[in-house]
């Protein structure tokens, strides 16, 4: 898979005419983007479709949770609109649920933790176990339900890679380029390291739509990514 291939970027935006712009600007130089809540709930579900008929994969980005009956009926409905990827939250009731209403070629990829948690913001929400070890038995019973991938930050993806073996797809957010602030991320890694770790995808928002040319921003992440496999693997 080309390096292009393997970025995603995320369309943080807060209209549908923004994100128009936004994909316009990095015309042929990105093949994939997620829609998240803030443009999902703006808009954002009825341009998924546009941007699949004109030739961009689509990350729906929206982690369902809910009773089983319910996620269900999302997936199916949201199964409607071209999309590649969909996420729901790594517990095993939503996960079944999905797995079971997804259509077509809708893939299902399991929020393990996220990238703005650490182990006290676990502890604080009354988990007793690390982001690690959590992470590990979330991605062991996505396996076992057969979810299609998983969602992990870039500290846990060569863990999760061998627990998950290599038909599982990896997604990893929290991407940052050298230099780059943080933000509200609190496991970052740059987009090399996580190529290294075992990522297929890389999710990568403000660093690209932020930038003042935000196509040569992807163009360099996406030199970088390339430069990666030939170099570790």
Sequence with gaps: ???????IVALDLPSVEAAQ???ARLGDAVSFYKI?????FAGGLAYAPLLADAGKRVFLDLK????GHTVGQ????????GAS??????????????VEAREGGLRILAVTVLTSYNDADLMASGYGASVR??????????????????VCSVEEAAQLRALAGPKMVLVTPGIRPAGAESGDQKRVATPGAAIAAGADYLVIGRPIIAARDPKAAAQ?????????PAEER
Excluded: C, K, N
């Design 1 to 7: 898979m080309a390096a292009r291939d393997r970025l």
């Design 74 to 81: 999302g997936v199916r409905s949201l199964a409607r609109l």
């Design 85 to 98: 990827f969909l996420t729901v939250h790594a517990y095993p009731q939503t996960m079944q649920a999905a």
């Design 64 to 67: 369902l949770h809910d009773i």
């Design 133 to 150: 070890d959590l992470a590990a038995s979330r991605a062991t019973q996505a396996r076992a339900l057969g979810v299609d991938g998983l």
């Design 21 to 23: 712009a936004m994909v």
């Design 36 to 40: 998240g809540y803030e443009l999902a």
């Design 220 to 228: 360099a992440i996406i030199e970088e990514m390339a430069r990666q």
